[in-house]
């Protein structure tokens, strides 16, 4: 089975821009959750989409948002960047039920620069 | 104060040392316990998860949670040059173990 993709793997930008990250999960899985991970604040939950509805949510600013498309596919768009908005962008999928077979896989990430 | 504290290390050990790693949290409703690996430049990989206070072993890991303390452990025995990466706990209050609490992580090194 392949394993999460993200698209693409480096990204530089200016302040001002806005980016959009694209993350397809492992298949058949239909929750996509994405975290931003910076040497200062570690690796922090941004938000969980499941069957294209936003499930959680994590403590970010409304600049931060994400949605999912009915083939589980998600995308995560950060507007206005701030220079702090430099992270490595996770996502990590799984199926989306709860028990105990549930495990988050990651994906290798998307490392934004703002300059 | 953060919810989840973790020693950031680095902590470095000679092979086949046992290795503890650590996590205190203050959150009570947290539910899931878990242990992740992250290689440089990789994303991280799920090691262990245990929701429940008492002892869950794995091969050479061994996951300790002890929720009146609230506190969690990862042992490794007979630790190997290939374990050298960071770990993170992370904790989650969903019945689902999504949403999840990192801590900041600890890097280990082991040297052969």
């Known amino acids: 089975k392949a394993g999460v993709t993200q698209t693409p793997r480096y990204l530089i930008k200016t302040r001002g821009q806005q980016v959009t990250l694209s993350c397809s999960p492992i298949s058949g899985h239909r929750s996509v959750s994405w975290y931003q991970q910076t040497p200062g604040q570690g690796l922090q939950f941004l938000f969980e989409?499941?069957?294209?509805?936003?499930?959680n949510k994590g403590n970010f600013p409304g600049r931060f948002s994400g949605r999912q498309f009915s083939n589980s596919r998600s995308e995560m768009n950060v507007s206005t960047l701030e220079l702090g908005d430099s992270a490595l962008y996770l996502c990590a999928s799984s199926s989306g039920t709860s028990g105990e077979g549930e495990t988050q896989y990651f994906g290798p990430g998307t490392r934004l620069l703002v300059l | 104060q953060k919810e989840v504290e973790q020693d950031p290390g680095p902590l470095s050990v000679p092979e086949g040392a046992i290795v503890s790693l650590n996590c205190t949290y203050s959150n009570s409703a947290f539910q899931y316990f878990m242990w992740y690996r992250q290689y440089s430049r990789k994303g991280p990989e799920l090691l262990m998860y245990t929701y429940s206070s008492g002892n869950k072993e794995d091969g050479r890991f061994t996951a300790q949670v002890d929720k009146s303390s609230k506190y969690i452990s990862l042992f490794i025995r007979d630790s190997q040059p290939s374990d050298s990466a960071t770990y993170l706990c992370?904790?989650?209050?969903?019945?689902?173990?999504?949403?999840?609490?990192f801590g900041s992580g600890t890097r280990l090194q082991v040297q052969p």
């Open positions: 989409y499941f069957s294209e509805t936003q499930r």
């Open positions: 992370a904790m989650s209050v969903s019945t689902g173990r999504r949403a999840l609490t």
